[in-house]
């Protein structure tokens, strides 16, 4: 029995170091520590030995038992120390690597720059508010005084959807919206996009944007319209900027204006900017057609109001020297990363 027991012992050593995986050595310990197996068939021979020998071998028995048993756990930590370490070069992190840079999304020129004029006017009291860019012939046109065969409704070529429904050409009906609510006095502006069937280029654009501002109380004058505009432009372009009116017509208010300011590059003296005239032009502005008040339900003897129309894109190009309308709806990143 002792041969047997240092031959098993041997046997298992061998096959534990040779063992290259956890269910092999498994096997081997149900093969030799299992119900069936070989140290406990030993066990079992153990009632044919001699009393006197009996413990003894019993002895050796259970020594044969501990030494397998240290043996397999001590593989088995192996096992477990080289799967740990396998795992932990795998999934090793170089930490000097270079970090990816997330994407960050930038806000087009536009934005900035209805958020700045939007500031302004908000700073002075004024509502913002919006209207449909889907529109009633009547309120783009007829409301605002240009009745049907009027040539101000073919220098803006309009996209029409029915007899008398059309994409707006221009802000100017969320006046009349406005006015029609009936709750006065009305200090609003009212950005959004507009549309006209124009060609692109450097200048147009078939969709842009307006900002339409109103203003309706009693005793408005001329005066608080040269005095809202000049501050507008001193906070668009700087303190240093002048303004200047122009006498025009629109059909939509009486007497009507365009307003130049001082260029913001050269100061009024001409350069490249201004194309030598020291003067860009901004915006159209009046006071509102005593027609329009009372086709809008406003009475002209009691109240009367200014208007001014901007261009929003007109405003961007100017404020950021863009010199091309088309870069500002191609939305290239790299452009727009600009701002
Ligand atoms: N709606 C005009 C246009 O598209 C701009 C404009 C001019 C608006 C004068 C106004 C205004 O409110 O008073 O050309």
Excluded at 21 to 50: C, H, P, Q, W, Y
Excluded at 80 to 104: C, F, Y
């Amino acid at each position: 029995m002792k041969e047997r027991l240092q031959a098993i012992r041997e046997e298992v050593a061998k096959q534990i170091e040779a063992c290259a995986d956890m269910d092999k050595l498994n096997e081997i310990r149900v093969a030799f520590l299992g119900k069936k197996g070989e140290l406990t068939n030993i066990m079992k021979s153990l009632k044919d030995a001699t009393a006197e020998e009996r413990p003894k071998l019993g002895m050796m028995i259970n020594e044969a038992r501990a030494e397998i048993e240290e043996k397999l756990s001590e593989k088995k930590d192996a096992f477990a120390k080289k799967l740990r370490e396998e795992k932990m070069k795998a999934e090793t992190i170089d930490v000097t690597l270079p970090a990816k840079k997330p994407m960050m999304g930038h806000r087009h020129p536009n934005s900035i720059a209805l958020e700045e004029v939007e500031r302004i006017f908000i700073g002075m009291g004024y509502e913002v508010v919006e209207g449909p860019e889907v529109e009633y012939d009547y309120y783009n046109f007829e409301a605002l005084n240009i009745p049907a065969n009027h040539p101000a409704k073919d220098e803006q070529d309009t996209f029409y959807i029915t007899g008398d429904i059309l994409l707006r050409t221009q802000t100017s009906p969320v006046q009349v919206r406005e006015m029609e609510k009936g709750k006065l006095p009305i200090r609003m502006i009212a950005p959004g996009r507009v549309f006209r069937s124009d060609e692109v280029d450097a200048t147009h654009s078939p969709s842009f944007h307006q900002i339409e501002g109103l203003v309706i109380d009693k005793n408005i004058t001329f005066a608080d319209l040269k005095g809202t505009l000049a501050e507008f432009a001193k906070e668009l372009f700087g303190e240093q900027t002048r303004v200047k009116f122009r006498p025009h017509h629109f059909p939509f208010t009486e007497p009507s204006a365009e307003v130049d300011v001082t260029c913001f590059k050269c100061g009024g003296s001409g350069c490249r900017f201004c194309k030598g005239s020291g003067w860009i032009e901004i915006l159209g502005c009046g006071m509102v057609h005593p027609k329009v008040l009372k086709m809008s339900g406003i009475d002209p003897d009691e109240y009367s109001g200014f208007a001014f129309g901007v261009g929003l894109e007109r405003i961007a190009l100017l404020k950021y020297e863009i010199d091309d309308m088309r870069l500002l709806y191609e939305n290239d990143e790299r452009f727009l990363k600009q701002f």
